[in-house]
């Protein structure tokens, strides 16, 4: 009783106690790293457009949820007008209206497309002066005329075309159109008609003013290629003339010149007005001369020629051989009965293209067929002169449309199948089709200048100018102080191309670049002028062309602007130079990317867009000296609620004794003092990412914002070759990058990470075999043995994989047959037994450009070796992953497998012990059923 007594005393008379302390308040951790679920918000800045007149902006943006939307600005104003799913910002011409299209999220696009719906397409009319606004439902695409006041909209069902009249805003209907175009000279639209029976096909014309409508041709056959001649009423199209089922169609060219008053028409059909031209006219593209006097066509040889055209007689001759055929009981052997034939293709060490960049390169009529000019002023119907043949190809019509430049492959198509294509060059006289040599054994060509009389082309590393009267070539650049030819090109091609060429002036002049400036070369080679000094500064000036009516020739007199960037300092910008001798004038020179710079067509306003690693692109708008523009948008505006990480340039030494730059990108919440897991990301030269702002996505699998964000530092170093050894040169280089970045003391040398894709992956599957240096590797397609690879085929473009290796990334200009030991030293492969990093590969299994057999050599012999090694197949993907579930299900594992070996996080089954056939099927109908 004593002690339940005492007990009771004790709770309920407390003992006199100390004041309690104050409570800590929470000290505020500020911004965190965003996480998986938050970068659902971040976008990315699409096409920017300024209004003729430059007081309106509209740019697009993607967002990683799959929506998307345009915005609309008066730049006078704060107020951005906002429309879901908008793209596509057309402003008329006189700056009144805009029009764009309206479709839909990705999701509603793939709930259409469950339910077999058409996705929305939609088109919204903005009236810039009084704001009023309508959606023209079903709308394909549309086009303003030229003086913008009337607005053409093609609907969707029914191939109806509606023609607006902005100014009253009545509209005029017209059905079953196929195609349609605007005449840039006049309110002039010309439409063809395509009917479901063909009843009342033909072409009209529109004029939108007068509101007339003129039948120009009438038939029952189909109409294509719409043309008109630029800032003319010249129209021509193609008529297709069919015969009987499995034979060749051809075309009959009509034109009608002067459709602003009482047009001239011409109506020329090969197979009647042209003697001697037993072939047809293709469906290709229609081009004008420049006066008007001749269109530009294709024709072709007959695969199987319409029997109508050679009369009667051949019709019975045919008839009658069908009868004998038919008549003839006697037994055959089972070859010549077989009602299908043989899906065999035959492959020949002799073929020049193998037989996959034939299915790729040959058979359309684009391609195969011959340009011809068809002048309209000579003879009855007009004269055909044939410019190009089975020899002579490419040809390209000059200024004036005297002289052409073609090209003639033949003397080379022996080293065409592993080498570059080379070529002897040609002047076509447009008018005879006569055709005189230039030079022989050359690759890089270039035309033309404003009198259509010059030409350039490269031969043993400097650029000459051809006289195109006189053919005389002029050796512009050998007694220039610098080279002009791309000597940063680390490929063992032959030849290299040329910098680039900047433009011709109106004073016969043409800009030629070097490594960092931009050069005027007279080009009857009395001599040069160096416009910029950027060379000693390591910055690089290159023109742009923002201003429409400057982009064909540069006016000396007139000033054009210049990007700016520096090798050695990432930094960008603009400046405006003239080629009269003028003082360069540097406007903008910043350490961020700064590009895009447009101009308005009718006002001196610009847009450019500017961002940094920690800082979104946005777009900004300034006048022509650029110096007092402002911010106009805010994308991304979340961003500065998360924790960023932030970048710099490293300067390091290669194992060659060679300088290199890198860029270091820090973890979001970077703390001084601790230290931290590290990826190397490599692919060639990186340094110039410095200030790339990157969007983190569940569907980008090496974002760096993704691995900073996770409390990793990256590191992209830049990779430079020597001949016959890219694996070695990879190895020369990034294991003393990241040894620079250890030497600060910031990254546990025990938690490095390697990565890259493709040409990079190839590159981390091999350093992962030379060094230790490295915890984990993840290589996405990679090549594993170049002997191997260089006999295989890039399935993508056809080609065979040979000719990388010789004129490309493969850097290897000698068959492994030759220089085995050089194959072996560079070929993950055969250093397996050295690998001691656990590596990750992935691969679609129809990888057009690494074949996926590279992995399954590497899967097998690390299998053999006993190595830790991973490899992920993604059936039906190529090259890159595009299914969506695939891009997430590769993201997350690529971060596992970094957590886990870097991170000491604990590692998921399929790391520690892979996933059986069986498993991953129950998994799959485990995930559908749910």
């Known amino acids: 009783m004593m002690r339940s007594l005492l007990l009771c005393s004790l709770a309920t008379f407390a003992l006199p106690q100390e004041p309690e302390a104050p409570t800590a308040q929470p000290v505020d951790p500020g911004p965190q790293p965003a996480e998986t679920a938050d970068w659902l918000q971040w976008?990315?800045?699409?096409?920017?457009?300024?209004?003729?007149?430059?007081?309106?902006?509209?740019?697009?943006?993607?967002?990683?949820?799959?929506?998307?939307?345009?915005?609309?600005?008066?730049?006078?104003?704060?107020?951005?007008?906002?429309?879901?799913?908008?793209?596509?910002?057309?402003?008329?011409?006189?700056?009144?209206?805009?029009?764009?299209?309206?479709?839909?999220?990705?999701?509603?696009?793939?709930?259409?497309?469950?339910?077999?719906?058409?996705?929305?397409?939609?088109?919204?009319?903005?009236?810039?002066?009084?704001?009023?606004?309508?959606?023209?439902?079903?709308?394909?695409?549309?086009?303003?005329?030229?003086?913008?006041?009337?607005?053409?909209?093609?609907?969707?069902?029914?191939?109806?075309?509606?023609?607006?009249?902005?100014?009253?805003?009545?509209?005029?209907?017209?059905?079953?159109?196929?195609?349609?175009?605007?005449?840039?000279?006049?309110?002039?639209?010309?439409?063809?008609?395509?009917?479901?029976?063909?009843?009342?096909?033909?072409?009209?014309?529109?004029?939108?003013?007068?509101?007339?409508?003129?039948?120009?041709?009438?038939d029952a056959a189909d109409y294509k290629g719409l043309s008109w001649r630029d800032d003319a009423t010249d129209l021509c199209v193609l008529r297709e003339r069919a015969f009987e089922d499995g034979e060749d169609v051809t075309h009959v060219l009509l034109a009608w010149r002067g459709l602003d008053g009482a047009p001239r028409r011409t109506e020329f059909d090969l197979c009647e007005d042209a003697e001697g031209i037993d072939r047809r006219v293709v469906d290709r593209d229609l081009n004008w001369t420049d006066a008007g006097d001749g269109i530009y066509f294709g024709v072709k040889d007959w695969d199987d020629r319409p029997a109508a055209l050679d009369g009667d007689a051949a019709k019975a001759k045919a008839e009658i051989a069908e009868v004998v055929e038919e008549e003839d009981?006697?037994?055959?052997?089972?070859?010549?009965?077989?009602?299908?034939?043989?899906?065999?293709?035959?492959?020949?060490?002799?073929?020049?293209?193998?037989?996959?960049?034939?299915?790729?390169?040959?058979?359309?009529?684009?391609?195969e067929s011959d340009l011809c000019v068809l002048w309209l002023d000579e003879g009855e119907a007009g004269r055909v002169v044939v410019l190009e043949d089975a020899a002579l190809r490419d040809l390209w019509p000059l200024e004036g449309d005297r002289f052409g430049l073609a090209t003639d492959e033949t003397p080379y198509l022996t080293e065409q199948r592993y080498s570059a294509t080379l070529f002897d060059l040609y002047r076509v006289d447009l008018r005879t089709g006569a055709r005189a040599p230039i030079v022989k054994r050359v690759k890089y060509r270039h035309a033309g200048d404003p009198t259509g009389r010059y030409a350039l082309y490269v031969l043993s590393d400097q650029l000459y100018a051809c006289d195109l009267e006189s053919l005389a070539s002029i050796d512009l650049t050998s007694s220039a102080p610098v080279p002009f030819i791309n000597q940063e090109i680390s490929a063992l091609t032959d030849q290299k191309p040329a910098y680039g060429i900047g433009g011709w002036t109106t004073d016969g002049r043409v800009l030629l670049d070097s490594r960092y400036d931009l050069w005027a070369f007279a080009l009857d080679g009395s001599g040069f002028t160096r416009l910029t000094h950027g060379g000693e500064r390591a910055l690089r000036h290159r023109r742009l062309v923002v201003d429409s009516e400057a982009e064909e020739f540069i006016d000396a007199a007139r000033p054009f602007y210049v990007s700016l960037y520096g090798d050695l300092t990432k930094q960008s910008g603009f400046g405006r130079l003239r080629v009269d001798g003028a003082a360069f004038e540097t406007l903008l020179l910043e350490d961020a990317r700064a590009g895009r710079l447009i101009k308005a067509e009718d006002a001196q306003t610009f847009a450019f867009t500017r961002e940094r690693f920690d800082d979104p692109p946005d777009v900004f708008v300034g006048g022509p000296q650029l110096a007092d523009a402002r911010q106009v948008t805010k994308g991304n505006a979340q961003h500065a609620d998360f924790a960023w990480g932030h970048s710099e340039l490293i300067d390091y030494v290669n194992d060659r004794g060679e300088p290199m730059q890198g860029a270091l990108f820090y973890p979001a919440g970077w703390v001084a003092g601790r230290t931290y897991p590290l990826i190397t990301y490599i692919y060639e030269l990186r340094s110039q990412s410095l200030h790339q702002y990157d969007v983190p996505s569940e569907r980008s699998p090496y974002s760096t914002a993704v691995f900073t964000s996770q409390g990793y530092f990256v590191l992209q170093p830049d990779i430079t070759y020597r001949p016959q050894n890219p694996g070695v040169s990879a190895t020369e280089c990034v294991v003393p990058a990241v040894k620079q970045v250890l030497a600060t003391g910031m990254v546990d040398p025990a938690r490095v990470g390697l990565v890259g894709h493709s040409w990079g992956a190839y590159q981390t599957a091999f350093l992962v075999t030379q060094t230790d240096l490295f915890a984990a590797g993840v290589a996405g397609a990679p090549l594993t043995n170049m002997m191997s690879m260089a006999g295989s085929i890039y399935w993508n473009s056809g080609q065979s994989d040979g000719y990388i290796f010789h004129e490309s990334q493969g850097r290897m200009d000698r068959p492994f047959w030759q220089d085995v030991d050089t194959y072996i030293a560079n070929s993950p492969i055969f250093h397996v037994d050295r690998m001691n990093t656990p590596l990750l590969v992935a691969f679609g299994d129809k990888d057009g450009a690494v074949d996926w057999n590279q992995g399954v050599e590497l899967y097998n012999a690390a299998r053999l070796a006993e190595k830790q090694f991973v490899m992920l197949v993604y059936p039906g993907e190529n090259h890159g992953l595009r299914e969506k579930p695939n891009q997430v299900d590769y993201h997350h594992r690529v971060r596992e497998w970094f957590d886990h070996y870097l991170k000491g996080a604990e590692a998921p089954s399929w790391i520690t012990r892979g996933q059986t056939w069986l498993e991953r099927t129950e998994e799959l109908e485990d995930q559908k059923k749910d």
């Open 329 to 367: 009981d006697a037994p055959k052997p089972l070859r010549e009965t077989l009602d299908d034939p043989a899906g065999v293709e035959v492959w020949h060490a002799a073929d020049i293209q193998i037989i996959p960049r034939q299915k790729l390169t040959l058979g359309s009529d684009q391609r």
């Open 43 to 218: 976008e990315r800045l699409g096409s920017t457009a300024l209004s003729p007149d430059g007081r309106w902006m509209a740019w697009s943006a993607r967002r990683n949820d799959g929506t998307g939307e345009l915005r609309v600005r008066m730049l006078a104003t704060e107020e951005v007008r906002r429309y879901a799913e908008g793209s596509g910002a057309t402003f008329s011409s006189d700056g009144r209206w805009l029009a764009f299209q309206l479709g839909s999220s990705e999701a509603e696009r793939e709930k259409d497309k469950e339910q077999k719906k058409e996705p929305r397409q939609d088109v919204l009319l903005r009236d810039l002066v009084t704001g009023e606004e309508e959606t023209v439902e079903g709308a394909s695409s549309f086009a303003f005329s030229e003086d913008g006041r009337h607005l053409a909209l093609r609907r969707v069902k029914g191939r109806d075309l509606i023609v607006r009249d902005l100014t009253t805003g009545l509209d005029v209907h017209f059905g079953s159109v196929g195609g349609y175009s605007w005449c840039e000279a006049r309110s002039l639209l010309a439409m063809t008609i395509d009917a479901e029976d063909d009843a009342g096909n033909g072409v009209r014309v529109y004029d939108a003013v007068s509101e007339r409508l003129r039948t120009l041709d009438s």
